[in-house]
């Protein structure tokens, strides 16, 4: 366990009793945290701002939510959970039989002990999440029901980190930060981003990094329509999300399926011998649906461990702190900083001696004594980088042709660059 | 067993005792059934009439045919089947020592109660065809043999029934019409068309649908050089045949491969879980032969059961009125409908709204109550359709790459064409 | 066995003994021994010719070398073996320790009876190779070495021969001569070289078949460098190396992957049904990493039995007379013809008649009696023939589509052109 894995917990414990939803005080108390850790900019957005086809809704704050039996004792209660109201609840202060209540009340029959996240953004509505096995021990009776909420014109509240590169051309990492207290989907995704973040900036990284923590959807929608210019640099991207549950990794690719960060994602997992999955794009799971609808289709994937609704705890109070681990980040960040490191130095080469193979050995690039048959791995790579050097491979096609590591080959371009031998 | 099935059979055993051949009045009396089923509109082609590398042939017509032995008695005899004079025959009327008449006669020694299916179009001879056992029971002596058939100047007949569509482009479906008393081949062919040409008819398709009734090879020669216009038209086509034999499905692909019905008919094949093959193209079988030369290259396949010479009963007499079934047909029949069903409306269509995803909840397309993970097939159908409408992927693409049944594709494509979210 | 494959075994036999290198007389000698059987055109290049990125070395030349035991006894001597004395050893005349020695003598620990083969081409050193186990029963002392060689301005040596084809574009063939005493590597090569272009030369072949014989590497590029005008007529290649050892033969691609050559190796030594091995190609193994080079990217392929570094008696004194055999040369001997008689007919055909398929009765390319399901090879391989004959197919394409031998195919486009039904 490293310090970086504690840290990345402590965290998420930070976030967790945060009520979080797409727009409100949440939110900002969200970015305020991992503000402490990495420099934000964070950006408001007004309420009924056009945002491509949609427009930001009105800001949601609550303060308290408590549902009171006929005795008087709050049953379901806020103050505990921020799951327990359903999110964007209209305000409402009333008395109502238990069977009136009813029709306002989430549960999960199939987990009795868990409660359910449920939202409803677009429809004005109020109600409350329980445990199926708290509902079965409510008497009848008449209940007192208040939602102190505000829903009222106000901001959308996103923010953004920039890792500077050599050059302009841009990398996305994105989150989203617009769950209440589950650990995994997205506080897991939250950490394992601002420590990437603070991991590249020890380094001059090739390209420009940009990690956007931002509302889920129309989180997305929003920096995607205030962006319009930058999105012809984003080159790659990747989307971050339930980085800290037992399971193992899985990526999914990006619409094109063959984009370079879909390429380097399959490749380091393949290559570090971790057990994980690759699947297929679709249009579900998180904010890839909208970076890679079809007028963007940007090359970005979605890295999870266990992916969106594939395991039960998924959007119940159960996606606590116990569900996730500093292993599992830890694991996961590694993951993102090994595939960003090969991203980062993957290029195509030119062969400036492309007729017969160039003589290394007079450039001390090659062993003088010949007629064995273990020829180092560092001379095969420079070879097949010599060999498939022709503009149109890059050292990652290189890498999965020669069975060679991309490090070893990247090295092996390093030395015959500065033989003069390949040129970029 | 549908009342449909059973008319199909019936049409099949009133076809059956006619001798059909490449020309003659065996062919109009089969068109003239067909007619009562579906309007025809018959063709005459006169003899001589050049057909692209072929020349349109005499007219051949038989009133008798039969072999009389030493006792007068008819051991072989053209009242009794069809098969039992080789197609296109020249009039004989003559007796001769059974030693000569070998010569004349085709037997079947693997299956010696079988009567072969043999023909000489281009050569002029005469023939018997009849089992090996009536032949091995035949006494030494002189055999009067007569052939009482007429070789001379007339027309090759095919016909055409066209199902009209909401477009002039063309959907073509052929089948021979050739064959004598052979059940499988290809009346059971014939007679699904019919009943294919009878169910299209009761809707206004999107193609317009082109039935096309002509002898093997030479007649679907004389189609496409009739319709050398037309042809540019014809964007899709099946030919039809061995329709009603107790094997599985087989469809065999065009010489594309990967032309649009060849994906249809995949589709549509594995989708319903029948137990099926699909081939690939050949040039031989039936008139995908012509269909498939490489000038006119057309997407047309083949779809059978038991496919061309893949059965002990094909071209004998026993491909009779025992070997095909109403199931079967009914069969062949509901896969046609299936298939001509998702070709019909199998199309791209672009999205209006491409950049990220439209607000699918304020159209009232989807559902206002968040955070749940069985969100319903017609909403992930409209998020595929929406991805995938890029103008470069059909719904049969999103069918395939969703897992999606295509209906439920299509009604999703179709609402979002109500909510102007996309169009053709 | 067949005589040519004890011809072919007499040749390795006579050039076993000499002391080839990358120049030097042991070339010569052995290019005169090949000149009895085919005429050689013999070049030689000076030293110091400049041949793309490398420079010809001075011309190495031995008459002796040993190593003499404190008691005068020659414990390795060069006359017993080429393999004793370091490739391209610089002279060497003195009395030195054993300890000081052991820094000179090349063993093989794990194979303590064979003796290596070295080379220190372009660093000058001196050394000896020898059995582990020799080494290990020298006696301290004094030990006189002796290498009488000469490193001196010449030249370096290869040679041509050409079979004259048809057509100006060649197929080139291309060994290795600089390797001393080792009988798979090369001069099972050079045999089975020198009685394939014997074979072609009975012939009046297609293409231009060009056979080189030069030292590995610097002769390869000394050959390109010197024929930039020819290469763009090199329209396919083989490397021939390891053919006579008892390993199956293994066909390594070229670069390019899907060059004619490759899809012709492929073919026939899959229709021949013998085990084999088809590899991807690498940049390393023998001259198909010069003619594969990008810039010249020729479709030049590698057929040997055991690859490179496959075998453990590879580079070693155990790859001797006994480690090939008459057998094995002729087995590749086979190959590589039935491989050149596909390649050398190998074309694509234009159907002239590509409108429904031509007549091929009245013109007697078709049987007249209809009916039968047991159409005849030739008849089928006819049709393919018309129906791939759009330009776009070669009649390699048309024999792997239709899994007919390609001696059916090719006979079938012959009845075809004859019948001037195809063209060229």
């Not at 008449?142 to 953004?160: F, I, K, W």
């Not at 617009?178 to 390209?207: K, M, Q, W």
């Not at 050292?395 to 490090?407: I, N, Q, T």
Request: hydrophobic residues 40%; charged residues 20%.
């Amino acid at each position: 366990m490293t310090d970086v894995s504690e840290e990345m917990y402590a965290l998420v414990e930070r976030m967790y009793p945060l009520c979080r939803s797409i727009t409100g005080d949440g939110v900002r108390a969200t970015l305020d945290i991992v503000g402490e850790y990495i420099p934000l900019q964070v950006h408001e957005v007004p309420t009924g701002t056009q945002v491509l086809d949609w427009t930001v809704p009105q800001e949601w704050n609550i303060r308290d939510a408590y549902i009171a039996d006929p005795a008087g004792r709050r049953v379901v209660d806020f103050a505990a959970s921020s799951l327990h109201v359903l999110g964007y609840s209209v305000p409402v202060s009333a008395t109502m039989p238990l069977a009136e209540l009813r029709g306002h009340l989430h549960t999960l029959p199939d987990h009795p002990s868990w409660v359910p996240y449920r939202t409803s953004y677009y429809k004005p509505d109020w109600g409350f999440c329980l445990a199926q096995e708290t509902l079965d021990a409510l008497p009848d009776g008449d209940y007192e029901v208040r939602v102190d909420s505000t829903l009222a014109d106000g901001h959308l509240t996103y923010a953004e980190h920039v890792v500077p590169g050599q050059v302009a051309d841009e990398v996305i990492v994105s989150c989203h930060v617009c769950h209440p207290s589950l650990a995994n989907d997205n506080l897991a995704g939250i950490a394992v981003a601002t420590f990437l973040a603070r991991a590249l900036a020890r380094e001059t990284p090739y390209y420009t990094y940009r990690f956007i923590y931002a509302p889920g959807t129309i989180g997305a929608i929003t920096w995607l329509a205030r962006n319009a210019e930058r999105i012809e640099r984003v080159r790659h991207g990747l989307v971050l999300a339930c980085a800290g549950d037992p399971g193992h990794l899985t990526y999914k690719q990006s619409r094109r399926g063959d984009a370079e960060i879909d390429r380097v994602l399959r490749h380091v997992l393949t290559a570090s011998e971790r057990p994980h999955r690759v699947t297929e794009f679709t249009p579900y799971g998180y904010d890839e649906r909208q970076y890679c609808s079809p007028g963007f289709n940007l090359g970005v994937g979605s890295l999870t461990r266990t992916p969106y609704a594939g395991y039960p705890e998924y959007h119940t109070s159960a996606d606590n702190l116990d569900f996730v681990s500093p292993a599992a980040m830890a694991d996961t960040l590694a993951v993102c900083r090994e595939a960003f490191a090969v991203l980062d130095r993957n290029r195509r080469y030119l062969n400036l001696s492309p007729y017969g193979e160039p003589q290394l050995g007079r450039r001390g690039l090659y062993d003088a004594l010949g007629g064995r048959s273990d020829t180092k791995q560092a001379q095969m790579a420079m070879l097949w980088v010599l060999n498939l050097s022709d503009g149109e491979h890059s050292l990652l096609d290189v890498a999965e042709r020669s069975g060679l590591p991309f490090d070893t080959v990247a090295a092996a371009a390093d030395a015959l660059r500065g033989a003069d031998l390949v040129k970029e």
